[in-house]
T-cell receptor, first 116, second 110 residues
Framework: DVKVTQSSRYLVKRTGEKVFLECVQD?????MFWYRQDPGLGLRLIYF???????EKGDIPEGYSVSREKKERFSLILESASTNQTSMYLC???????????????FGEGSRLTVL | GENVEQHPSTLSVQEGDSAVIKCTYS??????FPWYKQELGKGPQLIID?????GEKKDQRIAVTLNKTAKHFSLHITETQPEDSAVYFC?????????FGKGTMLLVSP
């Protein structure tokens, strides 16, 4: 089975702290994604990556950055956490195909971040 | 970019009833429409999908219909069971990224 593992299920951080959210997938997928989930707003795409060292902005990239040094690992970074970044963060991966199109996304179980 | 609207936001049904969730999309270039189910404490999981060259697809108790002219698609669940209770998300694919609807919380009462 495809497995997407997010290293932390629950984190509590203080305003201004630097936060790292780690995601690892074990199916050799090319594509990896970070979404943010908030009640009433659904899933919003923060950043995604089609390959190692590559990154693309999604719909809400402000306040975030990402790193993809290895194919299986995609990290989300909050350089200076703020209270409005309190949310559930979901990582996903999918196999790459022609034109980088994505079929099924495989999600991790999420990381719930609280910024005080 | 793509915009996906989903209705209703909450849906309560009795066990055995049918449930229908509807979505509309804005970009006629979108060509793939998956549905994801998210159970409490878990990540979303794909349950069914449809491509733009197909009008309907069924998988046991669930089905999806697509109307390209009207730019809307729907999820149909028949003979609902308590384990169908979850949040359901529709999505549209354009240029290799999925845009999700805001989700529907389905509650199936025994």
């Amino acid at each position: 089975d495809v497995k997407v593992t997010q290293s932390s299920r629950y984190l509590v951080k203080r305003t201004g702290e630097k936060v790292f959210l780690e995601c690892v997938q074990d199916m050799d997928h090319e594509n990896m994604f970070w979404y943010r989930q908030d009640p009433g707003l659904g899933l919003r795409l923060i950043y995604f990556s089609y390959d190692v060292k590559m990154k693309e902005k999604g719909d809400i990239p402000e306040g975030y950055s990402v790193s993809r040094e290895k194919k299986e690992r995609f990290s989300l970074i909050l350089e200076s956490a703020s209270t409005n970044q309190t949310s559930m963060y979901l990582c996903a991966s999918s196999p790459g195909t022609g034109e980088r199109s994505t079929g099924e996304l495989f999600f991790g179980e999420g990381s719930r971040l609280t910024v005080l | 970019g793509e915009n996906v609207e989903q209705h209703p936001s909450t849906l309560s049904v009795q066990e055995g009833d049918s449930a229908v969730i509807k979505c509309t999309y804005s970009d006629s270039a979108s060509n793939y429409f998956p549905w994801y189910k998210q159970e409490l404490g878990k990540g979303p999981q794909l349950i069914i999908d449809i491509r733009s060259n197909v009008g309907e697809k069924k998988d046991q108790r669930i089905a999806v219909t697509l109307n390209k002219t009207a730019k809307h698609f729907s999820l149909h669940i028949t003979e609902t069971q308590p384990e169908d209770s979850a949040v359901y998300f529709c999505a549209g694919l354009r240029y290799s990224t999925l845009t999700f609807g805001k989700g529907t919380m389905l509650l199936v009462s025994p």
